[in-house]
């Protein structure tokens, strides 16, 4: 089968998308297709790639990719990438991995046509929210996680209570955490918790931490990234992600799970699909009920134990190979 990707943006840019992307297009390589990229992102080093990435191309380049492949598979709908289609038609397929609309919730005119090209496509969501948003009925394929690299570490002890992973940005909901731990202080929990990350919140986060006078509880981190993440994940119990807008899935949550986290996240969105048995989820904003369930497990660590017992099963539907099958069968399907 000739597959042909189009993603915007790739390597040596870095995203969800990117990744995802970059992992299906390895993963159907290694299963025996022939596998063309385009993307729109220029190289700015000589990193080989098991199949052919073509950057920047001209028109005449796209309908000649166009033409030579079996199916057209886009990450997220692109409409700058759709206009080959309709003078060469092929199948369409569509991994959708976020939502198309406004951060305020309303559409602009470039989402009513992606809503539009749902109708059009052969479409894959990565959670049931993000499959129930779309017009066009769509297959639920979650997403995957690097297990090569995210995966439990028995020799280190896991010492620390909490950890929180993610862009220091309003939407991620840092503040809440900070706001359930000075709470959980005057309940006579004094829990240690490690922010992973950075962003334009750090210095107001680290302000609150102070005048919440749980400075000394906090540890903010800064970047880490791969085999130094998932060393640092292994040595906590607790991985909270609280999340104020609705998450389309939640990659971090797997690799929390896979490092041996019981997971606590926000339940709006797609981010319960990804959390699954292994943890608990709030309603989003909510921090009273965020505190009464970290509570519940720092005072009764057992219940961790149930939660990680869960992990095997559910991980094993988000490997990469796994999810890359799932995807196959769908495109040969389309052909």
């Known amino acids: ?15 969800g998308l990117e990744t995802i992307i970059s992992t299906l297009a390895h993963e159907f390589t290694y299963t025996g297709h022939e596998v063309k990229l385009v ?7 000589l990193k080989d790639f098991p199949f052919e990435v073509i950057r920047q191309p001209s028109p005449q380049q796209l309908l000649k990719l166009t033409q030579w492949c079996d199916v057209y598979f886009q990450g997220c709908i692109s409409l700058k990438g759709l206009w080959s289609l309709i003078l ?3 199948p369409l397929v569509v991994t959708h991995q976020t939502w198309y609309r406004r951060v305020d919730g309303s559409f602009g005119w470039r989402d009513y046509l992606k809503n539009f090209v749902t109708y ?23 997403n995957s996680y690097r297990e090569d690299i995210f995966h439990e570490m028995p020799e280190i002890s896991r010492t620390q209570e909490l950890v929180f992973l993610g862009r220091l940005v309003s939407d991620k909901g840092a503040n809440l955490l900070l706001e359930a731990l000075a709470r959980l202080r005057n309940l006579g929990i004094t829990s240690k918790l490690t922010i992973i990350g950075s962003g334009p919140e750090e210095y107001k986060l680290h302000q609150q931490a102070k005048n919440l006078e749980i400075l000394d509880q906090v540890n903010f981190a800064g970047i880490k990234v791969d085999h130094e993440l998932a ?8 991985m909270v992600i609280p999340s104020l807008w609705d998450e389309p899935f ?6 929390g799970i896979a490092c041996g986290c ?3 996240g926000s339940e709006g969105g797609g981010l319960k699909d990804a959390i699954g048995l292994c943890g608990v989820t709030f309603p989003n904003g909510n921090i009273d009920c965020l505190t009464e369930i970290l509570f519940d497990l720092l005072t009764h660590p057992d219940k961790l134990t149930t939660y990680k017992e869960q992990a095997r099963s559910h991980l094993a539907r988000h490997t990469s190979k796994a999810v890359a099958k799932a995807y196959l069968e769908v495109l040969e399907r389309v052909i």
Do not use: C, W
């Not at 042909?4 to 870095?14: C, G, Q, T």
């Not at 993307?39 to 080093?45: G, K, L, N, R």
């Not at 060393?231 to 607790?238: E, K, M």
């Open 250 to 255: 939640g990659i971090v949550a797997l690799e």
């Open 231 to 238: 060393i640092l994940l292994n040595y906590h119990q607790i």
């Open 88 to 90: 060469i038609p092929r």
């Open 1 to 15: 089968m000739n597959i042909l990707i189009y993603s915007p943006f790739f390597y040596p840019s870095i995203g």
């Open 39 to 45: 993307s729109q992102t220029p190289a700015t080093d």
């Open 262 to 264: 019981v997971v606590v």
């Open 120 to 142: 059009l496509a052969t479409n894959i969501s990565v959670s049931h929210a993000l499959a129930k948003a779309i017009p066009k009925p769509s297959i639920v394929i979650p």
